[in-house]
T-cell receptor, first 112, second 114 residues
Framework: QQQVKQSPQSLIVQKGGISIINCAYE??????FPWYQQFPGKGPALLIA?????SEKKEGRFTISFNKSAKQFSLHIMDSQPGDSATYFC???????????FGTGTRLLVSP | ETGVTQSPTHLIKTRGQQVTLRCSSQ?????VSWYQQALGQGPQFIFQ???????GRGNFPPRFSGLQFPNYSSELNVNALELDDSALYLC?????????????FGPGTRLTVL
């Protein structure tokens, strides 16, 4: 019940295209859903996060879509750029306890 | 940059040895969480410290222990190192607020156990 399932494992997108990464969770106690970007040899950096009271959140080229009934959320990267090539992790956390449960990651490659 | 610093950057130890990793949290943050990230995997929660006390623990054995100091910096200690302990160790700092909060990660310490 603590798992967060992430797909796809890897993704290749052309420059200017839309990258879409999906995550699903089981634990209904989760109420905080961040996405992190990680470059090789670096720590994860927060991209964008959402709580279940909204179905979508947009920050620049990054959008989270959240479906509470399906227990799924996704990251959309619009106008993908080569500099977006990195590993992306979804995560989930529960109120009152700040442990984050991470997905297994998606390696994104944006071709020039 | 998040303002979270970790030391050392890299470390090589042999099986059976002990290691101490250090983390300085971002200014104003009173909570530090430690994660282990094996190669090609997502970070796995080890434990969290709030106000110098352990505030939750993941599925890690007791040979993984920690400390938090009055200035909110933290240490992760691992005894009797095993080959499978080779990983990137990440600390994340945050401010403890109801409803969860953003965790800011440091650059990590790469531990190699030979």
């Amino acid at each position: 019940q603590q798992q967060v399932k992430q797909s796809p494992q890897s993704l290749i997108v052309q420059k200017g295209g839309i990258s879409i990464i999906n995550c699903a969770y089981e634990n209904t106690a989760f109420d905080y859903f961040p996405w992190y970007q990680q470059f090789p040899g670096k720590g994860p950096a927060l991209l964008i996060a959402i709580r279940p009271d909204v179905s979508e959140k947009k920050e620049g080229r990054f959008t989270i879509s959240f479906n509470k009934s399906a227990k799924q959320f996704s990251l959309h990267i619009m106008d993908s750029q080569p500099g977006d090539s990195a590993t992306y992790f979804c995560a989930a956390g529960a109120a009152g306890f700040q442990k984050l449960v991470f997905g297994t990651g998606t390696r994104l490659l944006v071709s020039p | 940059e998040t303002g979270v610093t970790q030391s050392p950057t890299h470390l090589i130890k042999t099986r059976g040895q002990q290691v101490t990793l250090r983390c300085s949290s971002q200014s104003g943050h009173n909570t530090v969480s430690w994660y282990q990230q094996a190669l090609g995997q997502g970070p796995q929660f080890i434990f969290q410290y709030y106000r110098e006390e352990e505030n939750g623990r993941g599925n890690f054995p007791p040979r993984f222990s920690g400390l938090q100091f009055p200035n909110y910096s933290s240490e992760l200690n691992v005894n009797a190192l095993e080959l499978d302990d080779s990983a990137l160790y990440l600390c994340a700092s945050s401010t403890r607020l109801a409803g969860g909060d953003t965790q800011y990660f440091g650059p990590g310490t790469r531990l190699t156990v030979l």
